[in-house]
């Protein structure tokens, strides 16, 4: 790790990879329920019990790995390794997970407004559409296509470079 050269275990390296990828999971979760809990407990706003630290850790952590995976190529390679076993494509499978999360938060958005701003049944109603629309329209659809382009310029550098190795054949 710190320019140590040598033989490592192949198979110490992979459990070592395992771990600190369920380190990851845990920081996004915590930091994920800590955005929520300061949400519900006090709404979206300026002050102490802001969100920006969170939000930006999340940033900064996606980030990361995004220039980590795209530095060594792993998109590529874990694109090619989806495409062969499964149906559907890598991108559009991302892409189908971005529309949810978008339609997830909608739907919080819409409820949460129904609940805490409506006054009668029918303005809950009202207020629970109007906002869903709105926030299915601002989320969904930027966070489909955001989690899809990645993927598929992945699967783009891939058929290039499947197509290199055929014409040297």
Same mark, same amino acid.
């Given at each position: 790790?710190?320019?140590?050269?040598?033989?490592?275990?192949?198979?110490?390296?992979?459990?070592?990879?395992?771990?600190?990828?369920?380190?990851?999971?845990?920081?996004?979760? @915590?930091?994920?329920?800590?955005?929520?809990?300061? *949400?519900?407990?006090?709404?979206?706003?300026?002050?102490?019990?802001?969100?920006?630290?969170?939000? !930006?850790?999340?940033?900064?952590?996606?980030?990361?790995?995004?220039?980590?995976?795209?530095?060594?190529?792993?998109?590529?390679?874990?694109?090619?390794?989806?495409?062969?076993?499964?149906?559907?494509?890598?991108?559009?499978?991302?892409?189908?997970?971005?529309?949810?999360?978008?339609?997830?938060?909608?739907?919080?958005?819409?409820?949460?407004?129904?609940?805490? *701003?409506?006054?009668?049944?029918?303005?809950?109603? *009202?207020?629970?559409?109007?906002?869903?629309? @709105? !926030?299915?329209?601002? *989320?969904? @659809?930027?966070?489909?296509?955001?989690?899809?382009? @990645?993927?598929?310029?992945?699967?783009?550098?891939?058929?290039?470079?499947?197509?290199?190795?055929?014409?040297?054949?």
């Amino acid at each position: 790790m710190f320019g140590r050269k040598g033989s490592k275990d192949e198979r110490l390296e992979m459990l070592e990879n395992k771990v600190y990828k369920e380190m990851m999971y845990l920081v996004y979760t @915590v930091l994920t329920l800590s955005i929520i809990y300061k *949400y519900i407990r006090y709404g979206i706003g300026p002050g102490e019990a802001s969100a920006v630290l969170e939000i !930006s850790l999340l940033l900064l952590l996606s980030l990361y790995s995004i220039v980590r995976y795209k530095k060594l190529q792993l998109f590529v390679d874990k694109a090619e390794e989806y495409n062969a076993r499964h149906k559907m494509k890598y991108s559009t499978f991302n892409m189908v997970i971005g529309g949810v999360i978008g339609l997830g938060l909608a739907l919080l958005f819409g409820i949460n407004s129904a609940v805490n *701003y409506a006054d009668t049944t029918a303005q809950s109603i *009202y207020y629970f559409f109007l906002v869903f629309g @709105v !926030s299915a329209v601002i *989320y969904m @659809v930027p966070l489909a296509l955001l989690s899809g382009i @990645v993927p598929w310029l992945a699967e783009r550098k891939a058929e290039k470079l499947r197509l290199e190795g055929e014409s040297e054949d």
